[in-house]
T-cell receptor, first 112, second 115 residues
């Protein structure tokens, strides 16, 4: 069983919809949680990172962590065609973000 | 600022051939790493380096060698390519490997096919 499981998608939504992207994990020692966005034929780029359980908001994006359920989510409000990409969750045991364990990614398409 | 530059963008190899994937960063980052990305398997860490002269193995190191003679460069060598090494390879760097506040900066990948 993988340490990090991500909803596989693909996901297709109309412009303006609220999108929910989700990951579960099995290792309760994971402490830091990140979301990366990857456009086609490009490398991933960091969207958000969180440490504790709860919500963190950045513009239209909200990252949610529930350590008791080992579940993390990324919500996108008022989704735009430019949000069409693959979203990867990642998590790490300690402060070394370079040794993160990644989910497989969820591909999102936002249709105009 | 170029960030993380990977060359070549595409490569086709025959089984048994060798090659080096190049990675260079101009951000003076301490930490550099190589990942491979395969469908259904996410990003998996191959090798990483926390500074010039220091390298270590990641999750899937077999079949790959690395060295770090300068801060800027971190080449990945395939000594004898196998079809199982067909993948997209990403190089990443960060300023400080000990801080999650120092995010990974990824290159745009090298797409390798081994026939």
């Amino acid at each position: 069983q993988k340490e990090v499981e991500q909803d596989p998608g693909p996901l297709s939504v109309p412009e303006g919809a609220i999108v929910s992207l989700n990951c579960t994990y099995s290792n309760s020692a994971f402490q830091y949680f990140m979301w990366y966005r990857q456009y086609s034929r490009k490398g991933p780029e960091l969207l958000m990172y969180t440490y504790s359980s709860g919500n963190k908001e950045d513009g239209r994006f909200t990252a949610q962590v529930d350590k008791s359920s080992k579940y993390i989510s990324l919500f996108i409000r008022d989704s735009q065609p430019s949000d069409s990409a693959t979203y990867l969750c990642a998590m790490t045991l300690n402060t070394n973000a370079g040794k993160s364990t990644f989910g497989d990614g969820t591909t999102l398409t936002v249709k105009p | 600022n170029a960030g993380v530059t990977q060359t070549p963008k595409f490569q086709v190899l025959k089984t048994g051939q060798s090659m080096t994937l190049q990675c260079a960063q101009d951000m003076n980052h301490e930490y550099m790493s190589w990942y491979r990305q395969d469908p259904g398997m996410g990003l998996r860490l191959i090798h990483y380096s926390v500074g010039a002269g220091i390298t270590d193995q990641g999750e899937v190191p077999n079949g790959y060698n690395v060295s770090r003679s300068t801060t800027e460069d971190f080449p990945l060598r395939l000594l004898s390519a196998a079809p199982s090494q067909t993948s997209v390879y990403f190089c990443a760097s960060s300023y400080d490997s000990s801080s999650y506040n120092s995010p990974l900066h990824f290159g745009n990948g090298t797409r390798l096919t081994v026939t």
